[in-house]
């Protein structure tokens, strides 16, 4: 049996007696290596070497022992039972076998319990253990090694992180942090206990600080207004992000211009899309359309069997009852009004899809609330009605779906343009040809080998998250409403290029929510859609929705060009990598 045992460890000294202690260990180790076999010192002896047969005869030997004796004694102690004789009544051969049994069991247990108990003890203590001699033993940087023993490589440096800066400039304040780092005060309600939105985000930014021991300098604080999130928009902040702004445009869309705000920190592509505005404008503008304008959520519920659930399902359907369930939905908002409701049956359970106009919200919680006031309306004619959740993915929000991509959700747009062929040349610096044919084996073909769903464009996100993020949309929204499909073809004689997009679910709003912030009210107005329309409710979110379509066929005209044309690389290298030198810059 190999018991192995790990050497006492050394007591700590000083860093030069360490020092001196690793360079002799070394240096022995160095000679031995370097001296001939017959100097080298004669090989510990093992347990196992004591043993007159080889070991795995032995360890053969008493395993068959074991279960021989073991088959034995069970076998007599069944005919002894059968028998009716006294189990304690034993004969010299049964003494042997218990003999024998117990013999190979204690050699069993010797060989491989211990030796398993060391090795888990060995394998738990090995880490702490040799962290504590790395710790320990760290050599001098003087101290040279030889060819024949590789150094031991140094400890990993930890990169100094950045001095906090404190905040905090009154006793009162300080106190305040010390309470929030305990737990006595919760993050959370710093606003309702100070009555100071600034004053509570700085508190809570110097707590953070001190609880991570990371600094956030670079995370401004002053020059928010903290109170118009209150409950609104975000919860515990500590500062705020910047995001540079840019504007594309003019962009001429149904007889108008409109410079159009782009929040983004992706290089050319404000650029990009300011080369597809132009190249609408001088060919003469491009045209939308409103197809539809319904958000959607989608309950689910569940019945004790599916042909009570499908009752419920034709009882929604019955154009008798809608009337009703329209009253009861509109209670929830002067601007929400239900415009239908689509079933789903799955076994036992019901997915219901309603759809409603909410003016110049996005709406999402408009629409729930009125679906609330249909379910507690329900509840009376099924009470045997389980409603599981106000939302059953059945809607679909923030989610890729083909309901929405089929059916729409929020707004639905269509954009297009003609562009000459002399634009196609001079400005986008390609031919038509060439942007038909790469649109059908990219935007069409390309995206059906994917197996995409309402991604049959070049990068309508793109253009979508920027105008989202400066607007004060819902940023995680971009998901569907940047399903799209770019679509070109040659017109007049084969002359001229027609691109199209159609975006389905496009869902903005211009009240509510990130609208409200300055910044993002400033870019709405900049666009002529600030807040709500008082002449005709839900116009300046329609108007925003089609901006924004035609922002994106802006942009997929635009970089459909210069990937026809081989631009797309040599233009990212010129304008999308900074030739400054950026240790200057931070110094």
Known sequence: MDVRRRPPKPPRSSTAAQGATLHQHRRSNHQRSSSSPAALDPPSPKASDALPLPLYLTNAIFFTLFFSVAYYLLHRWRDKIRNSIPLHVVTFPEIAAIVSLIASFIYLLGFFGIDFVQSCISRTSHDAWDLDDLIDEQPPSNLCCTNAISPQPPMPKLIDPEPIVSTISSAEDEEIVKSVIDGTIPFYSLESK????????????????????????????????????????????????????????????????????????????????????????????????????GMTRAPVVRFGSAKRAAELKFFLEDPVNFETLAVVFNRSSRFGRLQGIQCALAGKNLYMRFSCST?????????????????????????????????????????????????????????????????????????????????????LTGSAVAGALGGFNAHASNIVSAIYIATGQDPAQNIESSHCITMMEAVNEGKDLHVSVTMPSIEVGTVGGGTQLASQSACLNLLGVKGASKESPGANARLLATIVAGAVLAGELSLMSAISAGQLVRSHMKYNRSSRDVTKVAA
Not at 202 to 222: K, N, V, W
Not at 369 to 395: A, E, H, R, T, Y
Not at 406 to 414: D, F, L, P
Request: contains cysteine.
């Open 194 to 293: 100070l009555g100071d939105c600034h004053r509570a985000a700085s508190i809570r930014r110097e707590a953070l600080q001190r609880m991570t021991g990371r600094s956030l300098t670079g995370l401004p604080l002053d020059g928010f207004d903290y109170e118009s999130i209150l409950g609104q928009c975000c919860e515990m902040p500590v500062g705020y992000v910047q995001i540079p702004v840019g504007i594309a445009g003019p962009l001429l869309l149904d007889g108008f211009e409109y410079s159009v705000p782009m929040a983004t920190t992706e290089g050319c592509l404000v650029a990009s899309t300011n080369r597809g505005c132009k190249a609408i404008h001088v060919s003469g503008g491009a045209t939308s359309v409103l197809l539809r304008d």
């Open 359 to 443: 003016g110049d919200a996005m709406g999402m919680n408009m629409v729930s609330k009125g679906v609330q006031n249909v379910l507690d309306f329900l509840q009376s004619d099924f009470p045997d009605m389980d409603i599981i959740g106000i939302s059953g993915n059945f809607c679909s929000d923030k989610k890729p779906a083909a309901v929405n991509w089929i059916e729409g959700r929020g707004k639905s747009v269509v954009c297009e343009a003609v562009i000459k062929e002399e634009v196609v040349r001079k400005v986008l610096k390609t031919d038509v040809a060439a942007l038909v044919e790469l649109n059908m084996l990219k935007n």
